[in-house]
């Protein structure tokens, strides 16, 4: 029989696992034909391999006017995480195009790196561990270290991952406060957390979570103004987007003690991460964007992205549209 679509799968960064395989697998159900993983991180990379391309599975790179404009086939793509914004939405609805995303992928992970991050800050564990191998046995050298218990963690943004992560925080006896001007009353009612107004967070917070997707509005949502409303001991705490704090302010904000720490999975840029100064300041603590993994989380996201591309071609909708205005 012949073969009836043909699907890409593109990658940013080379993939941790064996892209391919598994979507393979999901596709030949439906009489497609994976083309790649291949190598995409520019418009003109997409405009290239993608010409004939039925559907695209797309790991980051930019999905724009100009592209979707030349992609004459394309009937739906697929973003291979949670967040859309390298695409322009706009320019796919009105192309009618499907854009899908994974919104449960790496829920679980982030929320457990996130308390990993807290926990490994707020009990000092990285300079801990570095002074007991150097054979320094002197719990004195990282004083003070305060009870976790009873202090008020804020947690910006109450998703999917927003809402793990407080489900997880509640057994270790903190006060949990939230800000989402999304979040609706029966949430806030089943999860037993107190809404606040975000200035009134960052003021009350000893450790602050950032949880929140990324758009133009909350584009640097913490800069100079919103560090300087925090606790002078306080924390913050970042496995979302590098670009929801600006880094300039952050840093300021540590090196000038406005607040005591910060934890990244994320930066702003992290092609220069190499270079960035956060990385040299001894009150930051950085893991290189590894929140979102694990192997269970790997295998869902290839199942699931290739399963919303499956459902597109034979017909259906896609089960986590993003596009929605798309329908009639």
């Known amino acids: 029989m012949a073969l009836k679509f043909k699907v890409l799968l593109t990658y940013f960064d080379p993939p941790p696992y064996t892209a391919g395989d598994v979507e393979k697998r999901v596709l030949a159900k439906v009489n497609a034909e994976l083309v790649g993983p291949v ?9 290239a391999a993608a010409k004939d391309a039925d559907a695209i599975l797309l790991d980051q790179a930019p999905l724009t ?42 829920t679980i992970e982030v929320a457990e790196h996130t308390i990993a ?28 270290i305060e009870r976790l218990a009873g202090k008020k963690i804020g947690i910006v943004g109450f998703g999917r991952i927003g809402r793990a992560v407080a489900k997880r925080l509640k057994g270790f006896g903190v006060d949990i406060l939230l800000y989402d001007p999304l979040v609706q009353r029966e949430v806030l009612d089943q999860e037993g957390v107190g809404w606040v107004e975000f200035d009134e967070l960052m003021k009350l917070s000893d450790v602050v979570l950032i949880h929140s997707s990324l758009s133009r509005e909350n584009f640097h949502m913490i800069d100079e103004d919103e560090f300087k409303l925090m606790k002078k001991t306080a924390l913050i705490v970042n496995a979302a987007r590098g670009s929801l704090i600006s880094e300039r302010a952050l840093l300021r904000a540590l090196t000038e003690r406005w607040i005591r720490g910060a934890a990244l999975d994320v930066l702003e840029s992290e092609f220069q991460r190499k270079d960035n100064p956060l990385l040299k300041l001894d009150n930051v603590l950085f893991t290189p964007h590894l929140g979102w993994y694990s192997e269970d989380a790997l295998l869902d996201l290839q199942v699931k992205a290739a399963e919303e591309v499956a459902r597109v071609l034979q017909g259906s909708l896609p089960k986590n549209l993003v ?6």
Request: charged share 25%; glycine share 4%; aromatic share 6%.
């Open 117 to 144: 991050l807290l926990l490994s800050l707020w009990r000092k564990i990285v300079p801990a561990v570095c002074a007991a191998k150097s054979g320094t046995f002197d719990w004195e050298k990282i004083r003070p």
């Open 65 to 106: 006017r100009k592209a979707l404009d030349a992609l004459d086939k394309i009937r739906v793509v697929v973003n291979c995480s949670v967040g859309v914004d390298n695409i322009d939405l706009q320019a796919a609805t009105e192309k009618g195009v499907f854009v899908a995303n994974v919104p449960d992928f790496c």
């Open 323 to 328: 596009n929605k205005e798309i329908l009639p």
């Open 39 to 47: 190598h995409c991180r520019t418009e003109a990379d997409l405009l």
